[in-house]
């Protein structure tokens, strides 16, 4: 196992935590699924064009589609869902935080 699979374990566990306890109805995981599939997509055709100018290098990334580490899309991938759990959390306790200060204020 190498170590980029060990980053990639931790931040899945990770993500799972947060897509558990943040998320409360099919449709914001869909809509975090959805999120994380367009970040991944959206990210895997620079991944290979920043590899070839040498904008980084992978010491062992395991095995490769098209050039790009598999490690790197499932990386994004986990990344998203945790950054978009936690964001929609936080949006929602935002929220509620919000109508509970227009209920003190009379409404307005």
Same mark, same amino acid.
């Given at each position: 196992?190498?170590?980029?699979?060990?980053?990639?374990?931790?931040?899945? =566990?990770?993500?799972?935590?947060?897509?558990?306890?943040?998320?409360?109805?099919?449709?914001?995981?869909?809509?975090?699924?959805? *999120?994380? =599939?367009?970040?991944?997509?959206?990210?895997?055709?620079?991944?290979?064009?920043?590899?070839?100018?040498?904008?980084?290098?992978?010491?062992?990334?395991?095995?490769?589609?098209?050039?790009?580490?598999?490690?790197?899309? =499932?990386?994004?991938?986990?990344?998203?869902?945790? *950054?978009?759990?936690?964001?929609?959390?936080?949006?929602?306790?935002?929220?509620?935080?919000?109508?509970?200060?227009?209920?003190?204020?009379?409404?307005?």
């Amino acid at each position: 196992m190498t170590r980029y699979s060990v980053l990639n374990l931790g931040v899945g =566990i990770a993500a799972i935590i947060a897509l558990v306890s943040c998320v409360r109805s099919r449709r914001e995981i869909l809509a975090v699924l959805r *999120t994380a =599939i367009a970040v991944a997509l959206i990210f895997f055709p620079w991944d290979p064009f920043l590899l070839h100018w040498r904008a980084w290098a992978h010491n062992d990334p395991g095995p490769r589609y098209l050039g790009v580490p598999l490690n790197d899309p =499932i990386l994004v991938f986990l990344c998203t869902v945790l *950054t978009a759990s936690v964001l929609l959390r936080l949006d929602r306790n935002a929220g509620s935080r919000h109508a509970d200060a227009e209920s003190e204020r009379g409404g307005d």
